[in-house]
């Protein structure tokens, strides 16, 4: 008997994204004859079974093609707005899997996906789900697809910002995606040769910053490229963030608890200024002219790389098999040239982090790049 399986995009789009309901779809009806339905805009459309076929036509000719198909949306089954409210609408989206006959589900997605998908293994629906998200900080995974697009866009970038850099002797602060997490800055400020990197792991320290740049500037070099996560952090913000959270572990008062939250989350909230604070700051602090540039969006769109298109194809092809497996509860990983099912509770609730002693930081300090803390 056929197996109907069902797959969504959640969360925000990411290259790579096609290439892996191709890769799934072509596997599951070409190897399996199992029948593809794909819902709209994440889990809403699930929830307001709004559904297309995907198969051999639908999927033809996605390969390339940046976003999804499907739409997606960061809606949650059990805090979804219905008619002006915030609802729990996972008994909804059972009775629509019911409704469909599926024998799975398939959530593509980052961490707020895991979790979500998570909630609904936990109302007995079989689910898998496939990692992407240009940030790579989903856990249990080498590497999510999405990433090395991004990389490869953001370091485009930062080469053709050297020339302006140089020619009018200037500071070019450059904000790179990643969330709270730094290996697209990392990766991006490595590999395109960036004087001085920032991430999130690694608190920084103002006055470091700017003496490495007076130092470049001392030395012949009058213009230096700034590589900053969007989620980097001073010393100063990163402790003050630290002491709430501390507070927040210690206290059991509901309400003192929630006053915490509320003076955390307007501490993070500053952040969106952060790197326009950065530039004043190090233009104030070196007397150079200073520019800043918000990548954004650029980041996530358009044709996915060759490396995304094979490792959202190889894990989409992955997923088929462990479904006609009968292996679900879990998040389809890369680990070196292969694929491992993952228990989706060893995922949920964990963000992979750049590692302090990390490869990658070790060559950026050894190539002379400040990396914000001596």
């Not at 309400?255 to 700051?281: D, F, I, P």
């Not at 650029?298 to 479904?323: K, M, N, W």
Request: charged letters at 25%; hydrophobic letters at 40%.
């Amino acid at each position: 008997m056929a197996k109907y399986i069902g797959v969504l995009t959640s969360g925000g789009d990411s290259p790579g994204l096609n290439a892996a309901l191709r890769g799934i779809g072509k596997a599951a009806e070409g190897q399996y004859g199992m029948q593809i339905i794909g819902f709209k805009d994440g889990f809403r459309g699930l929830m307001e079974n709004r559904s297309i076929q995907l198969n051999r036509q639908t999927l033809s000719g996605i390969l390339t093609l940046g976003g999804t198909i499907l739409g997606t949306s960061r809606d949650k089954p059990h805090k979804m707005p219905v008619g002006g409210k915030t609802l729990d609408m996972r008994e909804a989206i059972v009775q629509n899997y019911e409704k469909h006959h599926l024998d799975c589900l398939i959530c593509i997605g980052g961490g707020g996906t895991q979790k979500n998908a998570y909630k609904l293994v936990n109302k007995g629906l079989n689910i898998i789900t496939l990692p992407k998200t240009i940030d790579n900080d989903v856990a249990m995974t080498d590497v999510t697809f999405g990433f090395d697009t991004a990389l490869s866009i953001a370091v485009d970038a930062i080469d053709r910002l050297h020339s302006t850099a140089h020619s009018h002797h200037r500071i070019i602060v450059v904000e790179i995606m990643g969330h709270w997490t730094g290996w697209l800055a990392l990766g991006a400020g490595l590999a395109g040769g960036a004087d001085v990197i920032l991430i999130p792991e690694i608190p920084y320290d103002i006055k470091v910053v700017a003496e490495s740049i007076l130092k470049r500037s001392r030395l012949g070099s009058p213009f230096s490229i700034v590589a900053v996560a969007e989620g980097a952090l001073s010393k100063e913000e990163a402790l003050a963030i630290k002491k709430i959270d501390e507070k927040i572990e210690k206290t059991e008062d509901k309400e003192q608890k929630l006053k915490l939250t509320s003076e955390l989350a307007a501490l993070r909230a500053l952040r969106e200024g952060n790197t326009m604070r950065l530039a004043a700051l190090l233009e104030d602090m070196t007397s150079l002219e200073s520019r800043v540039t918000i990548l954004g969006h650029l980041q996530r769109g358009g044709t996915p790389s060759a490396a995304d298109r094979l490792l959202a194809t190889q894990l989409g092809t992955a997923c088929a098999d462990y479904i006609e497996q009968g292996i679900f509860g879990v998040m389809v990983a890369a680990r070196g040239n292969t694929t491992k099912p993952v228990p989706l509770e060893q995922v949920v609730g964990v963000r992979k982090f750049v590692p302090t002693d990390h490869e990658w930081i070790k060559s950026a300090r050894a190539v002379g790049t400040c990396m914000g803390d001596k």
